[in-house]
């Protein structure tokens, strides 16, 4: 098994911006369909700006760095800016990830558009007919591996 980067490993001990924001002006709640794992990414927006982003994630040593990171990558950063970050940025910046640890990076990506899909949506304000597509995208996903946590449980209760 390839071994995680020094710098994945630093973010997975040492998470930054871990927990919740009260009263957050976005929110973004994902699902991975390969493995079932979920996060949430909550965001305070000023001004077009990210004053503010934490999130909780439920998943391996790679979504939580991943998760970390790209707090630390879209703090101050505007919407847009934000939006252009991508998995391959995530991967880099983190020194790599094993091949098949590389879906774990895109939870992060997917919950940040998310928030801000949550954000403009709550505001009124214009949303990309691009941004509608990936929110369409993620929200079946997050369906899918909510359906099946359901019917796992039914089967951990009827086994009990
Ligand atoms: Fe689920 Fe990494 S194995 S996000």
């Not at 991975?32 to 794992?37: H, K, L, Q, T, V």
């Not at 990171?69 to 995530?90: H, M, N």
Request: glycine fraction near 6%.
């Amino acid at each position: 098994m390839e071994a995680y980067s020094k710098k994945v490993m630093k973010y997975f001990l040492h998470p930054k911006n871990v927990g919740k924001i009260s009263n957050p002006d976005g929110v973004g709640k994902v699902g991975n369909i390969r493995c079932g794992d979920v996060m949430y990414l909550y965001l305070k927006i000023e001004k077009n700006k990210i004053k503010d982003v934490k999130f909780e994630t439920f998943g391996c040593i790679a979504a939580i760095a991943t998760s970390s990171y790209i707090t630390e990558l879209v703090k101050g950063k505007s919407i847009e800016q934000a939006l252009k970050i991508t998995k391959d940025d995530i991967i880099k910046g983190l020194g790599g990830l094993p091949p098949i640890k590389i879906h774990c990076s895109i939870l992060a990506i997917d919950a940040l558009i998310e928030a801000v899909y949550d954000y403009l949506s709550k505001n009124n304000l214009p949303i990309s007919e691009n941004l509608v597509k990936e929110h369409e995208r993620i929200k079946k996903t997050l369906e899918m591996v909510e359906d099946k946590h359901k019917e796992l449980v039914e089967i951990e209760e009827s086994v009990l």
